[in-house]
């Protein structure tokens, strides 16, 4: 029987079925969770579009292998990536936007590398660049911070940036990375207009060691808007940040 087709049996007198066609617009739509197990992030990425907020012309800054975009793929999709094997434009977002690209895009996606401990695991191309020895928790904020700001400026007024980050514990303190990107990303006049929780299986604590903090089990999307006001956040000169934070 279709889904949309209901047998309802009515109690209160003779026994008698009564089958009701249900209005398709009544059909129960899954919701869009703030937090859910997607199975990866293009399945989180799909229901973030399914909310509107990758509407129009995207820009992805930090494409790498192009994960983000399996499920769902937006028309308009400019990729870029510091990796020049990676994505069809190489800006470093530490480096000023390109002209054309200021407030060009409806949404911005900035999944740049929060890993706060040990090495960028990015192989051959951490070799290549000389990234391959750890980089310090302070230098990857100003990085991603250097990214928000980058991404702020390339979204058109009314538009969202997208920022994936991830709470981690780092010397024994937990660093609560999302939220200082969206307090910087706050201080150059975004929103925070929603966020999705990605919920991981949890990794097993190591053996003999104490436990100290709640495992991070997840990773954020933190949905910023622009405001309207067209230019209101430029000339802050803080393109490329540096500040520590930590
Ligand atoms: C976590 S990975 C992104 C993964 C990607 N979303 C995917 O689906 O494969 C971070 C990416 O940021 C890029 N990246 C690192 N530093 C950058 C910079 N300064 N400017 C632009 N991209 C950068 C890296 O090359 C890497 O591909």
Redesign the pocket.
């Known amino acids: 029987m279709s889904e949309n087709v209901r047998t309802e049996i009515d109690l209160t007198g003779p026994l008698q079925t009564r089958t009701q066609i249900k209005p398709a617009s009544h059909k129960s739509a899954h919701p869009v969770l703030a937090a859910h197990n997607w199975k990866q992030?293009s399945d989180m990425i799909a229901d973030a579009a399914k909310l509107g907020y990758l509407d129009g012309a995207v820009l992805d800054?930090?494409?790498?292998?192009?994960?983000?975009w399996k499920q769902w793929r937006p028309d308009k999709l400019t990729t870029?990536?510091?990796?020049p094997t990676?994505g069809h434009h190489h800006?470093?977002?530490?480096d000023p936007a390109p002209d054309h690209w200021v407030e060009a895009f409806n949404a911005v996606v900035w999944?740049?590398?929060?890993r706060l401990s040990g090495t960028r695991d990015?192989g051959d191309?951490d070799e290549q660049y000389g990234l391959g020895k750890p980089v310090n928790a302070n230098e990857t904020m100003a990085?991603l911070k250097a990214?928000v700001d980058f991404a702020a400026l390339c979204t058109r007024p009314g538009g969202h940036v997208l920022i994936k980050s991830q709470p981690q514990v780092v010397s024994g303190r937990k660093v609560w990375q999302p939220r200082l990107l969206v307090e910087h990303g706050e201080k150059g006049g975004l929103t925070l207009v929603d966020e999705l929780f990605l919920v991981r299986p949890p990794r097993p604590q190591p053996a003999g060691r104490r436990q100290v903090h709640s495992r991070s089990n997840y990773s954020v999307l933190s949905i910023m808007c622009k405001p309207k006001t067209k230019g209101a956040n430029r000339n802050r000169g803080e393109t490329s940040t540096r500040q520590t934070l930590l």
Not at 111 to 114: E, H, K, V
């Open positions: 992030n800054l930090s494409y790498g292998h192009g994960k983000f870029n990536d510091l990796d990676k800006f470093d977002v530490n999944d740049g590398p929060y990015r191309f990085l990214g």
